[in-house]
């Protein structure tokens, strides 16, 4: 086959895509910028190769998802009619497994293990803590899941787990010793059940590569090329597996775009792209700048915001289509305006021909999206949410309406049994007694000081009951706004409930503030609990005429955006204190990610983008304050966008 190409490169590639394609050997870099077709050119490289005669069994293809390489091994096997069932491609986890599988007596284990999946992780994280008899009644000690990140954050960035809870998780540094004696244990419980974990597939293969040469020769000689996507979110581990797997033949491609780095929260190092020529002195760099997917306007916008960030490797995108509109940024009163043009607007673009499937809505914090979820739920605009459950059906989000429920109805049996289970000691059958205690009584609060009620509980229980009895007398003497009573639910023991079962507990802290400032524009708590429960009878119909059926519009948080694209995209909470997130200020490094997620929502649009952002948001009470726009629109030239005044064109 080889020195026969049946392929014909010219037609299907630009130059620099082609440039890559047939880029001699050795390390080589590509600076893949957003629409650019770095799929294509991957795919076309291997084809490349194996039409030269390069075995497929010495190929190796990491990826971020296991469909995207099976995606792409698929479109070569279509391009050149043969089988590559022999190749390597998959996620670092496949690859880790399948070289633990062959490998497994080396680390200690058969090689029938099980993986873990991350709910059993938990389990058995949660069956260690019984096992140590750690005593979580008097101060609280993170769950599972917490746990299992904090582990994960360690193992995957090689940082001890004392300085990762000092630096994410000071609220646990008293219980650092126990941590890490549970660790210990919960490693040693793995081994001895032949379980093994996510995070092992990655440790236990870095490990086995850098400790036995015999080892990562013999995989290093087997792949001949080694192919790597999506390379600006690979962790330190990931990164340094696919380098010692290559230090053999030295041809490893790396693909990806600087700019859209926008993962750190997961361990993902920026770094490991950037440093990756000084790695590799004699790589080979790349770059992929010409745009398939958005129009003109809109790749200036972009070009303009990540031009402020200093860290990157410099690179302008040229667009294929010509013409079209100008982005829109479109200041607006509130919140609740804003919504309301959004829904106006989306409604505006499917009268002009555009289907609501090619509609997003995008955002940097998933309670951005409340009022929109609100306003889209009273039209009957179909809407789907990619970040996650709708506002108001998130757990955290309904355990507080919980606590307020029982305040303004104490014989609310539902109520009373979530927020009952929420505390340390009490779980179903407890709260099933409790409730049988309260319920036969015509004031359950009350009921709540006798001792009778006490004492169907075990002694932990009872002091559980006594926290939760002091919290609701405190509410219903209040008798405050429903904003306020949040936010004593908050202080009262319920913020410490979220950092301590949950690992992002930040983002539904948030959530819950947002919450709090939403109910701002309800006197009565009864007005409040009755909005929020008629919006959960509303159904979301598609009333749009001539719409396909199940049509729906997209919410989503940034990052899960990421490599999507709409013909129509909206940014939305564009001021200060919203985006850029109000935690990444005061490093720079942080305010450079941040506008790298901005630049990828605007890089998500083909035709039309609008930029939105609040004037005005809550601060207490009959208190407003005026917001600025985010100092990323702020830095753009305003001959590069038009500027619609209350929603409206001109």
Known sequence: MKGILRIDYEEELNEEQKKVVFADEGPILVIAGAGSGKTRTITYRVARLIEEGVDPSSLLLATFTNKAAREMLHRVECLLGISLEGMWGGTFHHIGNLILRREAKKIGYDNNYTILDREDQKDLL??????????????????????????????????????????????????????????????????????VDYDDLLYYTWSLLQEDENTRRKYGSAFHHILVDEYQDTNLLQAEIMDLLAQEHRNLLVVGDDAQSIYSFRGANFVNIMRFPERYPDCQIFKLETN??????????????????????PKVLHPMKKGGEKPVVVPLRDVMEQAEFVASQILELHDEGHDLQEIAVLYR?????????????????????????????????KDVVAYLKVVANPRDEMAWKRVLKLYPGIGRALAEKVWGALSSSPDPLTT????????????????????LRDLLFHLEDLDSSPSTLIQEVLAGGYRDYLVA???????????LEELANFALRYKSLETFLSELAL?????????????????????????????????????????????PSPRSLGREENIEEERRLFYVACTRAREHLFLCYPILGERGRSRSMVRKPSRFLQELDPRSYTKWRGGRKG
């Open 448 to 467: 709540l000081e006798r001792e009778e009620v006490f004492s169907l509980l075990p002694v932990n229980a009872r002091v559980s009951l006594a926290s």
């Open 535 to 579: 919006l959960g009878e509303i159904e979301a119909e598609n009333v749009v005429r001539g719409g396909i059926e199940d049509e729906k519009i997209v919410l989503s948080t940034i990052h899960q955006a990421k490599g999507l694209e709409w013909d129509c995209v909206f940014v939305v909470w564009l001021c200060e204190g919203g985006f």
């Open 126 to 195: 949660e069956s260690t803590i019984e096992e140590m008899g750690i005593d979580r009644r008097s101060r609280r000690f993170p769950k599972g899941d917490v746990i299992a990140n904090i582990i994960s954050m360690s193992r995957n960035t090689f940082i001890s787990v004392e300085d990762i809870l000092e630096k994410f998780y000071p609220q646990f540094l008293s219980w650092a010793s126990q941590l890490s004696s549970l660790f210990a244990l919960y490693q040693d419980r793995k081994r001895q059940l032949s379980l």
């Open 501 to 511: 079962h949950y690992p992002n507990y930040e983002e539904r802290e948030e959530d």
């Open 292 to 313: 398939y997917r958005s129009r003109a306007p809109i790749l200036e916008l972009a070009n303009q915001i990540i031009s402020f960030n200093r860290r990157q490797f």
């Open 365 to 397: 914090a998933h309670y951005h999206s409340m009022e929109i979820q609100m306003e889209l739920t009273r039209r009957g605009i179909p809407f789907e949410i990619r970040s996650g459950l709708r506002f108001f059906e998130q757990a955290h989000i």
